[in-house]
């Protein structure tokens, strides 16, 4: 089963919500506010979510909806969206390019599409299960690199991370990877998506944070896991790495069931 129409219009709705998330970023106001886990939100966040939602109600009425920012339906079809409306909040209040819209449906407990959309750079990238990865409707893969030593490493949520699996494994990385490099969540994925990076930790995350990761992930030959050993989106963690070093990176990092 394909989802080309889904696609279409996920891919539509990110540009729009771009839009939207490019006006505020313009005017570099200070419109940041705490939330109860410490994130910052914005009105560009919500402005973005707003949007995204009102579309996705009116082309896919029977499917459910989770956003960041609170958007919730529920599902009468077996299918819902997932919505991070600006992924990189962070770096947008910085006013630095590697923030995203991002958008993934999950149908049947699978992630079958997502995509990470990043306005400042004009840079689409999605996938489709079973359609493969693109970045900017051009195919690409993740890297072969088979050895740590040769490996290019990120990491986001750092303290998190450290206190799920311990620090030596974390130092052990660090020291043994060719070298480490982060930009944001988002942004470090769609390296490996390109083959520009290897390997990614995330500590701390939510299902809008790696439901687009993951198909993504996928679709471009790379691995998805988390720290539990499954391939699960809301488990507050996840490794991508290549296919290559998956063994390798799961008995370093995966606690024994």
């Given amino acids: 089963m394909t989802f080309d129409h889904e696609m279409d219009i996920a891919l539509r709705t990110a540009r729009r919500a771009g839009e939207v998330a490019l006006r505020y970023f313009a005017l570099e106001m200070d419109d940041e506010q705490e939330k109860p886990d410490l994130s910052p939100v914005t009105i560009a966040d919500k402005e973005c979510e707003k949007l995204i939602t009102q579309v996705l109600s009116e082309e896919f009425p029977d499917d459910g909806i989770v956003g960041e920012e609170g958007a919730f339906r529920n599902s009468s079809s077996g299918r819902r969206w997932i919505i991070d409306p600006i992924d990189g909040t962070r770096d947008f209040i910085r006013r630095t390019p590697f923030w995203a819209n991002q958008i993934a449906l999950e149908a049947a407990g699978r992630i079958v599409l997502g995509l990470i959309y990043f306005p400042r750079l004009q840079e689409m990238f999605h996938a489709q299960s079973g359609g493969g990865c693109f970045w900017n409707d051009a195919p690409t893969r993740s890297s072969q690199v088979n050895r740590l030593e040769r490996a290019l490493l990120m990491i986001?949520?750092?303290?998190?991370?450290?206190?799920?699996?311990?620090?030596?494994?974390?130092?052990?990385?660090?020291?043994?990877?060719?070298?480490?490099?982060?930009?944001?969540?988002c942004y470090d994925v769609t390296m490996i998506a390109r083959g520009k990076g290897d390997v990614w930790l995330s500590g701390s995350g939510k299902e809008w944070d790696y439901a687009p990761a993951?198909?993504?992930?996928?679709?471009?030959?790379?691995r998805f896991f988390n720290i539990n050993g499954d391939d699960r989106i809301d488990q507050d963690n996840c490794i991508i790495c290549t296919a290559e070093l998956e063994s390798e990176l799961r008995k370093l990092l995966c606690k024994p069931k």
Avoid: H, Q
């Fill in 214 to 222: 993951k198909v993504i992930a996928e679709e471009c030959g790379a």
């Fill in 156 to 185: 986001n949520g750092f303290a998190p991370l450290w206190g799920k699996v311990g620090m030596d494994p974390i130092r052990f990385l660090t020291e043994t990877c060719w070298t480490v490099r982060s930009y944001s969540g």
